[in-house]
């Protein structure tokens, strides 16, 4: 039997709330989408490996992609994809943690920089948006230290998996991830609390 998710978890910069509290949740994507930059700075930043935080406005600043350079990447990489084409597949994405010790390995690695925590009740959010979800077996945004193979049916769909588990057969392991590919409301009752760490 499939573990129940009870919440999930969404780390971000806390620099990011008030446009996160005002707007919900939205993938680098629909961020990028939102503003007036040009064509070409548009593709390096949702195709190109992005080494440092990108600020788009004081309110909004995507996160680095230190963990997967393109060359460790590439070397992980199935289905002919190109290090291009997997972040633009994640930058299409709202990602969340469905514990809170990977929640909070990802914290350290932010360092010194304020985050907030905001956690979701999970029923709610994958009944009213489960048609826009995914879970994935691995921390699809980390291609270091030995990194697990991946290609575009790593993101099992959430309805798929919650009734057959995964197609490898292993139906009781955990996802790492769930991720939607929609704007997920801060609100009542899909946002549970917001805490600072």
């Known amino acids: 039997m499939k573990r129940r998710m009870e919440y999930l978890y969404h780390l971000a910069e806390a620099s990011n709330l008030r446009s996160i509290l005002k707007h919900g949740l939205m993938s680098a994507e629909r961020l990028v989408g939102m503003t007036q930059i040009s064509e070409p700075e548009r593709k390096c930043i949702l195709r190109g490996h992005r080494p440092g935080n990108v600020r788009l406005s004081e309110d909004v600043l995507i996160r680095d992609q230190r963990p997967m350079p393109p060359a460790a990447l590439a070397k992980a990489l199935d289905g002919d994809l190109d290090p291009a084409d997997w972040y633009a597949l994640l930058n299409g994405f709202v990602f969340f943690w469905l514990d809170r010790e990977r929640m909070d390995r990802q914290r350290s690695a932010c360092g010194t920089r304020p985050q907030v925590v905001l956690t979701f009740d999970a029923s709610a959010l994958l009944d009213r948006f489960g048609v826009e979800a995914f879970v994935s077996p691995i921390n699809s945004g980390n291609a270091r230290r030995k990194a697990a193979r991946r290609r575009r049916d790593t ?43």
Request: aromatic share 14%; hydrophobic share 35%.
């Open 155 to 197: 993101f099992v769909p959430y309805r798929a998996w919650s009734q057959r588990g995964w197609p490898t057969g292993r139906r009781t392991r955990p996802p790492a991830e769930c991720l939607f590919r929609c704007v997920i409301p801060t609100r009542a009752p899909y946002l549970v609390s917001v805490t600072k760490v």
